[in-house]
């Protein structure tokens, strides 16, 4: 069974940072692209990074570039979203999913690509 579960969430200050961990398992990283999504209250879920099966492609929103990193531990099966600088805008649930579709060189933030969820982890920057 194909599931995913985010943690390193938590309660920081402006321009503090996180580590998001999103583990894997019923199958392997090398097999789907991950992305990170987030959900800030009121707001409509957007794409923040992901990483191609392949784990030789990148994609971030503009809102985040510079600022956060995606990255993956085969070994651990693990997909990590290093978030720096944060910003009282980045507050938000983060969500890991599994696109089961992407071609190994690719991967999108569009989140009617991807299938499996995680449950999320709160993020949240205080001023």
């Known amino acids: 069974q194909l599931q995913l579960m985010e943690s390193g969430g938590g309660l920081v200050q402006a321009g503090q940072s996180l580590r998001l961990s999103c583990a894997a398992s019923?199958?392997?990283?090398?097999?789907?692209?991950i992305g990170w999504f987030r959900q800030a209250p009121g707001k409509e879920r957007e794409g923040v990074s992901c990483?191609?099966?392949?784990?030789?492609?990148?994609n971030y929103a503009d809102s985040v570039k510079g600022r956060f990193t995606i990255s993956r531990d085969i070994g651990t099966n693990t997909v990590y979203l290093e978030v720096s600088n944060l910003e009282p805008e980045d507050t938000a649930v983060y969500y890991c999913?599994?696109?089961?579709?992407?071609?190994?060189?690719?991967?999108?933030?569009?989140?009617?690509?991807?299938?499996?969820w995680g449950q999320g982890t709160q993020v949240t920057v205080s001023p």
């Open positions: 990483i191609s099966s392949g784990g030789g492609t990148t």
């Open positions: 999913a599994a696109d089961v579709l992407a071609i190994e060189a690719a991967c999108v933030l569009a989140e009617g690509d991807y299938s499996y």
């Open positions: 019923g199958f392997g990283l090398t097999y789907y692209a």
